[in-house]
């Protein structure tokens, strides 16, 4: 079990960050709960004396300044679990393609920053843990999922390298790579989410993969496997799909 540790999570102020926070305090661990909503982060810390909000915005803030507040907390960190994220979906007919900036600005750059800024502090752990949420999304492609689905491959491969070059410095790296849990994340999607699941039952399966050290934590398996299918017959794939032709505007014109 996980206890007497200090833990750094982003995008604890909402959905699988919130309830992991609240998980591993009631473990008696120390958490650092950071985001940008003051708010819901002091509504948090009234959950645990083991909860200390960390108010600060991943893709505003700079490394050092992020870095600066972390000091301020605490003089070591054993673990950083990456919750911050978000999800925007792109529609190829509009002139605006800026998701792609956000997403990508959050999910990939704003977890980069975060590990840069937490690796003095792990390094000065026995066996410190940097824990990405990626996503189960970018093991097969989605229609207007360009941009998460981009932003979660570019972050699972990061760590995947990272992984090697922590190797030295005895700091593991784990990949969890969730099928679809219910929080204001998904809450918007206007689509089917087969095998949902609740953030709570999210966070237990997550602090298993963690205790582990596995280089992957994906579930639910039966979704992994539905997704695994779907990369096995692209074509098919593309073909169940993909929009239909939109009618001609101009039919009758000569
Ligand atoms: N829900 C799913 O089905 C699912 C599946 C696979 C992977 N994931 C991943 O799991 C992670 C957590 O998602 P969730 O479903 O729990 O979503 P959520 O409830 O919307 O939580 C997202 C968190 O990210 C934080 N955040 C967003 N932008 C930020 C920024 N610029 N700086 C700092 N923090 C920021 C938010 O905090 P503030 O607003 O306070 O900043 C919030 O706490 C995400 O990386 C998501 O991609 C989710």
């Not at 496997?225 to 001609?248: C, D, G, R, Y």
């Amino acid at each position: 079990m996980i206890r007497n540790e200090i833990i750094w999570i982003t995008g604890a102020s909402s959905g699988i960050g919130r309830a992991l926070a609240k998980q591993l305090a009631q473990q008696d661990n120390k958490v650092i709960a950071s985001g940008r909503n003051r708010e819901a982060l002091a509504d948090l810390a009234l959950e645990s004396d083991n909860i200390f909000p960390l108010i600060c915005d991943l893709v505003k803030d700079n490394k050092d300044s992020i870095q600066q507040s972390l000091g301020e907390l605490t003089g070591h960190l054993d673990r950083i679990v990456l919750s911050a994220g978000d999800c925007q979906y792109l529609d190829i007919d509009q002139n605006d393609w800026s998701c792609i900036d956000h997403v990508m600005a959050i999910n990939f750059h704003g977890s980069v920053r975060a590990i840069q800024a937490a690796l003095p502090l792990l390094e000065k752990s026995d066996n410190g843990h940097i824990v990405g949420v990626s996503s189960m999304a970018s093991l097969a492609p989605f229609t207007q999922a360009e941009a998460y689905g981009a932003s979660k491959a570019a972050l699972s491969y990061f760590l995947s390298a990272l992984r090697i070059d922590l190797k030295a410095k005895n700091i593991d790296v784990t990949d969890i790579m969730p099928g679809f849990i219910d929080t204001p994340l998904t809450q918007k999607n206007d689509f089917s989410m087969p095998f949902l699941l609740s953030p709570n039952e999210a966070s237990r399966r997550i602090i298993k993969a963690i205790e582990k050290r596995s280089f992957t934590g994906i579930f639910p398996k039966r979704l992994y496997w539905l997704f695994k299918f779907i990369a096995f017959i692209p074509k098919t794939w593309v073909k169940i799909n993909s929009p239909k032709e939109k009618a001609s505007t101009s039919e009758g014109a000569n």
